[in-house]
T-cell receptor
Framework: DTGVSQDPRHKITKRGQNVTFRCDPI?????LYWYRQTLGQGPEFLTY????????KSRLLSDRFSAERPKGSFSTLEIQRTEQGDSAMYLC????????????FGSGTQLSVL | AQSVTQLDSHVSVSEGTPVLLRCNYS??????LFWYVQHPNKGLQLLLK??????LVKGINGFEAEFKKSETSFHLTKPSAHMSDAAEYFC?????????????FGTGTQLKVEL
């Protein structure tokens, strides 16, 4: 399968712990996005990379959140000192620069903070 | 800022009957609009997109949507529902920002298809 893959599929953690998620985009895609989706809502934009450069961050992304894409391929999203309000589905998407409006989404990582 | 409003959080239809999922948008200029579908435990999938080339847009799986500027609407339709259409549908507007395409999603419409 050459789609967007995310790992892990599910993560249960205790409040205050740090968690890290990984996203592997489609190999030739130079754009990578992170979104967050809570129950009953549509996905909300968190941040965006073009190659290894993080070009935009939403105000939703507090200081406890950090995202990296060190070699312009896979990306990680880390949440430090998790809070119950961080419980959500974290979605990764990728696209080509040309025709970049078509985003390909992964299945997401479901985070539950107890 | 651009936004979309999905007018129904849940829609229930019988198999073989038409589907109508409603979406209104707000934009200060000509928007790019999309419909995405999310099946349980699967990634979001693009159904169709409008980018000003034609007001009636055909997508995958028999879905289509019509852009109506006078009504600021972009409703999704299908002539005949199938059980496999049961999923959550999102109306989306795209905004170019910093070189990327930031998508703003509606709150979603859960489509239920009954026998």
């Amino acid at each position: 399968d050459t789609g967007v893959s995310q790992d892990p599929r599910h993560k249960i953690t205790k409040r205050g712990q740090n968690v890290t998620f990984r996203c592997d985009p489609i190999s030739e895609h130079n754009r990578l996005y992170w979104y967050r989706q809570t129950l009953g809502q549509g996905p909300e934009f968190l941040t965006y990379f073009q190659n290894e450069a993080q070009l935009e961050k939403s105000r939703l992304l507090s200081d406890r959140f950090s995202a990296e894409r060190p070699k312009g391929s896979f990306s990680t999203l880390e949440i430090q000192r998790t809070e119950q309000g961080d419980s959500a589905m974290y979605l990764c998407a990728s696209s080509l620069e040309i025709g970049g409006e078509k985003l390909f989404f992964g299945s997401g990582t479901q985070l539950s903070v107890l | 800022a651009q936004s979309v409003t999905q007018l129904d959080s849940h829609v229930s239809v019988s198999e073989g009957t038409p589907v109508l999922l409603r979406c209104n948008y707000s934009s200060s200029y000509s928007p790019s609009l999309f419909w995405y579908v999310q099946h349980p435990n699967k990634g979001l999938q693009l159904l169709l997109k409008y980018t000003s080339a034609a007001t009636l847009v055909k997508g995958i799986n028999g879905f289509e949507a019509e852009f109506k500027k006078s009504e600021t609407s972009f409703h999704l339709t299908k002539p005949s529902a199938h059980m496999s259409d049961a999923a959550e549908y999102f109306c989306v507007v795209s905004e170019l920002t910093g070189g990327g395409n930031k998508l703003t999603f509606g709150t979603g419409t859960q489509l239920k298809v009954e026998l």
